[in-house]
């Protein structure tokens, strides 16, 4: 079973400067198509959760350009360029083809 | 604009079953998968499977295998999610969510979630 791990699992960040998490998987993600179906989801306190990128970069429609995600393989990001206390919440990534979600991180306000 | 509406909150008494639904408009609810996603008290996200609507061909998560049974009612736009006899475990946040099309990309419209509450 492929297992997606997150790193960190809490991150205190300070509003205005940028911040970054890691999804790592135990093998690599690409599609027999050639595609990689990496996805990431923030759920922000009390909410149902939200998708925010799919297939490693692609942002969804509303997602403020401030979030970009990146990486091939087994190594992901999902980078905010500047927080902002809206950002407040807990993201996931998750592996599209095997429908497994790594732990969760949780960002807060320092 | 799509929406997916859930049932209230539950609290029942292991043993009982339950069946919970997610109300869709705003698309052709045929034409998308519908995924369950549970969320245990103060825990990570678990998927718990697919259905597809339109001839609710069903897939589930190897976890929840047997555990629970999904359906769909074309003529209402509503999919369930069922248990016949619920255990404290079942403890959880439910969400039901709209699966993207290629559904690799995963959900991209979530319902609000319904509790349910298991204790005797």
Redesign the interface.
Known sequence: DVVMTQSPLSLPVTLGQPASISCRSTQSLV?SDG?T?L?W?Q?RPGQ????LI??VSNR?SGVPDRFSGSGSGTDFTLKISRVEAEDVG?Y?C?L??H??????TKVEVK | EVQLVQSGAEVKKPGESLKISCKISGYRFTTYWI?W?RQMPGK????MG?IYPGDSDARY?PSFQGQITMSADKSISTAYLQWSSLKASDTAMY?C?RV?SP??????V????TTVTVSS
């Open positions: 599609h595609n179906y996805n989801f759920q149902s959760p939200r998708r799919y297939k969804d807990v996931y998750m599209g083809t429908w497994t979600f790594g732990q969760g | 995924g996603v990570g996200l678990e998927w697919i998560s969400y969510a993207d559904y690799y990309y995963g959900m991209d979530w319902g609000q979630g």
